[in-house]
């Protein structure tokens, strides 16, 4: 995580390197969930995607459900798309001292500069977190974060990814500068379907690491349309417990004419 600064100056420095074609309109889903590492790519330019989940967590005699996860991806340009994260809905279920409501909205851009030598898909994501959400559920911030998400195709329908992320998250009023690093493997066990194991840890200025073994797959019902099931157990006690989860997502192509 502290080299997230030495990283993004690397990617601008290689990626006027030669590049493969951009994602093209007639290409399948490629979406950010259900894993925590975000994709690699970007969606196509003139391409909307919309990706939706719902999460059960239990966490030491809490118990919630968020939803509906909404991430919109728009592609502006052939490496470059728009996101923003729409408010999600958090609610208690059970436990002391619950809290229900609407969560920050977040808006940002996030850039390809793969592939790179190596066969490594390479973006970065830019963004900030608006204060929007309900008193108990905001961060009552405007949080920045960046991401270095990456990929790398192996033999036999396997591959690894992981990502590289700071967050300047609004705790008590102040800043508590969070890292977070991702590594995930993955297999393609059919054309339209794959599964992967991930591990996730957020080490915090203040507090304690949160860590976690997530496990998931995904299925494209069609090239455009893709489900997914996923859940994880926390590894360090500041983790929840476990969670489950499932997803939808799907795009829209030619939104916007070329």
């Known amino acids: 995580m502290h080299r997230a600064g ?48 719902l999460t059960w967590t239990g966490d030491h005699g809490h118990t919630t459900l968020d939803l509906s996860e909404t991430l919109v991806r728009f592609g502006v340009s052939d490496r470059s798309e728009l996101r923003i994260v729409v408010p999600n809905y ?8 619950s809290a229900s409501g609407f969560g920050d909205v977040a808006v940002g851009m996030k ?26 559920i905001s961060s009552h911030g405007y949080d920045p974060f960046i991401k270095f998400p990456w990929s790398k195709n192996l033999k036999d329908g396997w591959s ?22 991702t590594l995930y493997i993955e297999k393609q066990i059919t054309k339209p379907w794959d599964a992967f ?45 476990r969670f489950f989860a499932v997803g939808y997502s799907f795009r829209i192509d030619n939104v916007w004419k070329r």
């Open 6 to 53: 030495r990283n993004l100056l690397v990617a601008f420095t290689i990626a006027a390197y030669g590049q493969s074609p951009p994602p093209a309109a007639d290409s399948e889903i490629v979406t950010d969930r259900p894993d925590i590492t975000e994709s690699g790519i970007v969606v196509p330019k003139g391409t909307l995607q919309f990706e939706n989940g």
């Open 90 to 97: 958090l609610e208690s279920l059970t436990g002391p001292a």
């Open 111 to 136: 850039q390809q500069f793969g592939p790179l030598p190596g066969e490594f898909d390479l973006s970065v994501i830019i963004a900030l977190s608006i204060p929007t959400g309900a008193d108990r």
């Open 160 to 181: 690894i990814g992981g990502m590289e992320s700071l967050f300047w998250y609004t705790e008590d009023r102040r800043r508590n500068l969070t890292g977070e690093s």
């Open 197 to 241: 194991a991930e591990y996730g840890g957020d080490f915090q200025q203040w507090g304690g690491s949160k860590e976690v073994a997530h496990f998931g797959t995904a299925y494209k019902i069609t090239p455009k349309n893709q489900i997914d099931f996923h859940f994880g157990f926390g590894l360090s006690h500041a983790t929840p417990g």
